[in-house]
């Protein structure tokens, strides 16, 4: 059973400051990485997505991947009061066809 | 920038009634899912779609399941004989598979789906 794993939270951050959260995963064969933000009664929203070890940025997220210990992370700097919403982690284990294995999110509130 | 889109936005059905979930995938992706969400769960996959036929298929996804492409756009969820757990988000999503790493999988905005 492959499995992805997330804190649930909630993770409560101040405004402006760093936002960090983390998933783990079970099987070592998976191939790529995503992070999706999900506001409340709406669809999953793609923030980033990672494929090779090491940080990938874009704007205020970076993506960390760390392959041998199964880890993966998302970092948003300069929080805000918009980015409050459940953040999902997304592993792919597929080849071809990216069947995604979700983690159950982590609700994270950027207090003002 | 092209988005997934889905039909209806909130669908209400009697339990053992049939339902069908239409969506429209971005036009050049090649890979096409459906995955359900149950209120307060879990984002869960359900079936993969490739050149006209199931690529995978969840444990979820039993003969009471059942995916089209009837035509050149549209990608359909046909669920027979609903039951009450059937009641969920269901989300469509598309992308143009591993050979495109820069094209991951788009979202559709879902349909809710209630079984009464």
């Known amino acids: 059973q492959k499995e992805v794993e997330q804190n649930s939270g909630p993770l409560s951050v101040p405004e402006g400051a760093i936002a960090s959260l983390n998933c783990t995963y079970s099987?070592?064969?998976?191939?790529?990485f995503f992070w999706y933000r999900q506001y409340s009664g709406k669809s999953p929203e793609l923030i980033m997505f990672?494929?090779?070890?090491g940080d990938k940025e874009d704007g205020r997220f970076t993506a960390q991947l760390n392959k041998a210990s199964q880890y993966v992370s998302l970092l948003i700097r300069d929080s805000q009061p918009s980015d409050s919403a459940t953040y999902l982690c997304?592993?792919?284990?597929?080849?071809?066809?990216?069947?995604?294995?979700f983690g159950q999110g982590t609700r994270l509130t950027i207090n003002p | 920038e092209p988005e997934v889109t889905q039909t209806p936005s909130h669908q209400v059905t009697q339990m053992g009634q049939e339902v069908i979930l239409r969506c429209v995938p971005i036009s050049n992706h090649l890979y096409f899912y459906w995955y359900r969400q149950i209120l307060g769960q879990k984002v869960e996959f359900l079936v993969s779609?490739?050149?006209?036929?199931?690529?995978?298929k969840s444990e979820i996804f039993d003969d009471q399941f059942s995916v089209e492409r009837p035509d050149g756009s549209n990608f359909t969820l046909k669920i027979r004989s609903t039951k009450l757990e059937d009641s969920a988000m269901y989300f469509c999503a598309s992308d143009r598979g591993q050979m495109d790493s820069n094209q991951p999988q788009h979202f559709g905005d879902g349909t809710r789906l209630s079984i009464l």
């Open positions: 779609f490739y050149n006209n036929e199931i690529s995978e």
């Open positions: 990672i494929y090779s070890n």
């Open positions: 099987d070592r064969g998976s191939q790529s």
């Open positions: 997304a592993v792919n284990y597929s080849q071809g066809a990216q069947k995604l294995v």
